[in-house]
């Protein structure tokens, strides 16, 4: 099979496993304790969970459409 029959070149899989890596390190980010019934975490509306968690996940997300429409040089 020739090489031009691939939709995805090496960098293309590399910045999609990128993309992915930002993504999960953006879950990772919202991670947290959480409230029960008996005592409230405050933590839970800290900017970290709130603001740059989401951010990042969109970065990633982004990236990852990049990474998929992205032409393979010929």
Known sequence: MDKKDFAFDKVN???LAVSMVI???GFLLMVGP???DTMFEPD???VRRTKIAPVVCLFGFVFMIYAVVRKPKS
Do not use: Y
């Open 13 to 15: 899989f590399i910045l």
């Open 23 to 25: 993504v999960v390190l």
């Open 34 to 36: 959480s409230s029960t």
């Open 44 to 46: 839970i509306f800290s």
